[in-house]
């Protein structure tokens, strides 16, 4: 299948998902094995305390196990996630928050994912943690 | 501590998480032990196939949990959501989609609760299901 | 296929999961909405503070889900469990601990089933929740 | 507090967990950030095809993730596993098998986790993938 970059696998997000729009989603990088994704700073994201909200987190890891799996396979359309599992372990910082996803296991039938999610420029500290599954069309 | 109504939490969430407020959420009851939100079918949240989207059905759950621990313990605006497990069981119709949330644990600590989604109609066959852990303010 | 009873169940279960042998698991009723499976309270099971821990506690949830599977579907040897997500909710009591398990979501490629565990005698009281995926050969 | 050794670990998760004594689990490695725990291959723990049984994958991992705490912080007894999600991802070898467990995030009341688990000779493949949280005494 035709490789996707990540502007092709931005576009396809962002027209299928509305609230991708909503939150600005960008993918900074695509390969076969990770994807980066990030959602940049933005006031009306933000909940008491200010800080990024929790499903603008889950939105963004989604959007970021979706394009790793267009990375590896092109494009499957129907890919839909099956499970997500999210432990939140920080208070995000004010700044663009961003996702990294890799496959953990793909089979014909699904793909496993992982995502850390980290605010800019702080690596070191992950925001969230999420695993997920999605499913393929056999 | 003073109860609060469904329309003050409809209020309360609204003001803390802006998505609610995109996404057009209701908290149609809530008591002690039950929450039950709302997320009126609009285009605007309609994924490939004319459903909706996951993050939609991710902020959904959030805020109905949110909703029951509020309900029971009145207003805590440090809760904060620690865990997500969601399985996406089926395609939402295009309906109203409906999330009723129960406490299955409350500590001193923590809340642990269960959300069943399902579409307005059709209470028999559940979209997905979350539990979730809220962190209490100690 | 042939509709299994609780003891084939058992049975099975018993001579594909050495675990399970040890554990004394008992399958004490089966149809094609539950299965109730059971694990008699056994001094060598208990973990400091003299309850039942939390490996047979798994162990437990994961036979229950497999019973009901099985109850559905009849004899599905490869069936393989996928996903479990387990929230440990209160300490179990001194007595048997019996899990409860059903099937939210029945497709071709797979079982997503919820399990309640408590202590006998303590049905209100939940000692652990679960969800979880079992792979269904296709 | 004082430091322990990984035998100290492993001699406190096989007292406190009889099912671990069953399983002849180990614990290879334990330092601030990494506990390596191994069940050795034993024929009595295997499930039809030859594989190390599900419920003894989701022990080891429990006892991973408790070795790491108990690295990291000495010895805190009263630490209970209050969440686990694991996603199984390929059939164990018949050989050892191997967890790897790492903090994610440690806070005052709890610790959440990850593990990798993989057969002894393939740790390119994983055999399942866990994220926990463990409640810490407060």
Avoid: W
Avoid at 39 to 45: D, I, M, Y
Avoid at 98 to 118: D, G, H, P, T, W
Wanted: glycine share 8%; charged share 20%; with cysteine.
């Amino acid at each position: 299948m035709a490789e996707l970059t990540a502007d092709q696998v931005q576009a396809l997000i962002r027209a299928g998902v509305p609230m991708a729009e909503d939150i600005d989603l960008r993918i900074d990088h695509l390969d076969a094995d990770k994807a980066v994704a990030r959602v940049p700073f933005h006031g009306k994201l933000v909940r008491p305390g200010g800080t990024v909200s929790g499903p603008t987190i889950m939105s963004l890891a989604d959007a970021a196990m979706y394009a790793v799996v267009l990375g590896r396979l092109g494009r499957v359309e129907m890919a839909v996630t099956a499970n997500l599992n999210i432990n939140f372990l920080a208070k995000p910082k004010p700044v663009d928050l961003v996702a990294e996803a890799r496959i953990l296991r793909l089979s014909r039938r699904q793909a496993v994912c992982e995502v850390q999610l980290y605010s800019q420029g702080g690596e070191g500290e992950l925001v969230a943690h999420v695993t997920g599954t999605y499913a393929l069309p056999l």
